[in-house]
């Protein structure tokens, strides 16, 4: 019987649902080690590819075709990216809030936004003639950019289940702007290899995975702008 296991899975999913997954996993299961790969969904795909994991829960999203022909993919929610900010940034009481006004300040979010669309579609082309980059952090330690948000007039891209009790208790305020063409709701979902049978342990995993995804980052759930 295998006693190993291994699964991947995003930075916006980690901050959600991993530590609770983890305790139950830890509570109820007779594995003896279970590994867990945080990275980016390019990462992921590859360690899915190299069997260095068994499956992984990300965006999926824009997909390759080159990709797609050898995964399995299960659709499990979907889940809205938004701008926020601290209270009294100077853009908090804005309406219609637009890209020029936006980028006027540095922009934070945990993943490329070549691979999340929802942090700021077309990112290098928002100005057709305006070629200046403006400044962006990348960085996957979810925790670290709310502190950032939190002390400095930054504007703070993320899924918005990512900072829930934030905009709830009042540290963050969800910004008035709309992104085009629906890229502000992804689809989250799980992923495996169509030539593999996944094992009991890892059903049993991918079960909890999917039960938790689904009620921690569902649209239903999401703070309003304000």
């Not at 109820?28 to 590859?46: A, H, P, W």
């Not at 006027?104 to 077309?122: A, G, M, Y």
């Not at 925790?143 to 993320?158: G, M, P, S």
């Not at 009991?200 to 569902?218: D, F, M, P, Y």
């Amino acid at each position: 019987m295998r006693i190993i296991f291994s699964l991947g899975i995003d930075t916006i999913l980690k901050h959600v649902i991993l530590g609770d997954l983890l305790t139950e996993i830890v509570s109820d299961s007779n594995l003896m080690q279970i590994q867990v790969k945080v990275e980016s969904r390019s990462t992921l795909m590859t360690l899915l590819q190299d069997a260095a994991i068994d499956f992984f829960v990300a965006d999926i999203n824009d997909f390759k075709t080159v990709d797609v022909k050898e995964i399995k993919i299960e659709e499990l929610c979907s889940a809205r990216g938004s701008i926020f900010v601290r209270p009294g940034h100077p853009l908090e009481h804005n309406s219609d809030i637009s890209s020029s006004e936006l980028f006027q300040f540095p922009i934070i979010t945990p993943s490329n936004v070549h691979e999340t669309r929802w942090e700021l579609p077309k990112w290098n082309s928002i100005e057709q003639y305006n070629n200046e980059r403006r400044q962006e952090v990348i960085c996957p330690d979810i925790n670290t950019l709310k502190q950032l948000a939190y002390e400095t007039d930054v504007v703070f891209a993320t899924a918005d289940a990512t900072v829930k009790e934030d905009v709830d208790e009042g540290r963050l305020r969800r910004l008035d702007y709309r992104i085009s063409n629906g890229n502000d709701i992804r689809s989250f979902g799980l992923v495996t290899l169509k030539k593999n049978t996944l094992s009991i342990h890892s059903q049993k995993i991918a079960g909890l995975i999917k039960e938790k995804v689904r009620t921690n980052l569902s649209v239903d759930r999401l703070p309003k702008a304000g």
